[in-house]
């Protein structure tokens, strides 16, 4: 028996880094899988790499008809819908404010924020359905901050925080749990591959030698805390954010000189 058997989980943007990381593990613990997202090649791959239980289907997360039909899918092959990982992000080019167009930040807002709103919109009536369940939402470190150069996708990450709390009061009594996770610098394309439209990737800002924990962050570090948020472990845990970052918000850990 595993935790996630005969339940049915759809994660956003399964195939990239984190989220492709997510769909093996809950496909691990039992559970159904639907990996949403645009890369239909790549959704596919990985719905065959792992055979029976698995689905890959077109989602665009800033459009409220693919959310429906992605969700109406979901429970036409497996029955019903019992978590909803909103995984799926984008990232700005690093600019400042000043020099960020509107089409910029309309973009990054569209998924990060809008895209996360439709999910739990969409998903809402068959959490219900299916007597409960849970809705995580994959935020940032960045939400919890400032960070230069980074405003459309730092504003959204804020907002998803916001959006969570308000969630998590609004469906509480009808069983369904709503968590927010804040990854820190992850080992994945997202931060070591620049952004659309810039030369420099996340990674480049960063080094982990001053984190109380000095290195990178592996997709499976920010996987073994959202099965834990999405299963029954959690069932009285909502409204909450936890932070996946080694240290990096703590502070540099400095090292004492040996005498």
């Known amino acids: 028996m595993t935790r996630f058997d005969n339940q049915t989980v759809l994660v956003t943007g399964g195939a990239g880094g984190q989220g492709s990381s997510h769909v093996r593990a809950f496909h691990a613990e039992g559970a159904n899988v639907v990996i949403g997202g645009l890369d239909a090649a790549r959704g596919a791959a990985l719905a065959d790499e792992l055979g029976t239980r698995a689905r890959s289907i077109h989602l665009d997360v800033r459009d409220e008809g693919s959310w429906s039909a992605a969700v109406h899918a979901t429970e036409s092959t497996f029955g019903g819908l019992d978590v909803l990982v909103n995984n799926a992000g984008v ?90 996770i804040h990854p820190g610098v992850i080992a994945t394309p997202f931060i070591h591959e620049p952004a659309a439209g810039a030369t420099t990737a996340i990674a480049d800002f960063y080094s982990p030698a001053p984190f109380a924990i000095p290195r990178l962050g592996e997709p499976t570090d920010v996987t073994s805390l959202l099965l834990f948020l999405a299963s029954s472990e959690a069932s009285f845990v909502t409204g909450s954010e936890y932070v996946v970052d080694g240290g990096l918000l703590l502070g540099p850990a400095l090292q004492a000189e040996a005498a």
Request: hydrophobic share 45%.
């Open 91 to 180: 990232q700005n080019p690093p600019a400042l404010i000043e020099d960020t167009d509107q089409a910029t930040w309309s973009r990054i807002l569209d998924v990060n924020v809008t895209g996360t709103f439709l999910g739990i919109k969409a998903a809402t009536p068959a959490l219900r359905r299916a007597a409960g369940g849970a809705v995580v939402n994959i935020a940032s470190t960045m939400a919890l901050g400032g960070t230069a150069h980074y405003a459309p996708y730092v504003a959204s990450k804020w907002a998803v925080r916001g959006l969570t709390r308000t969630a998590a009061l609004e469906l509480g009594r009808d069983g369904i749990r709503v968590n927010t």
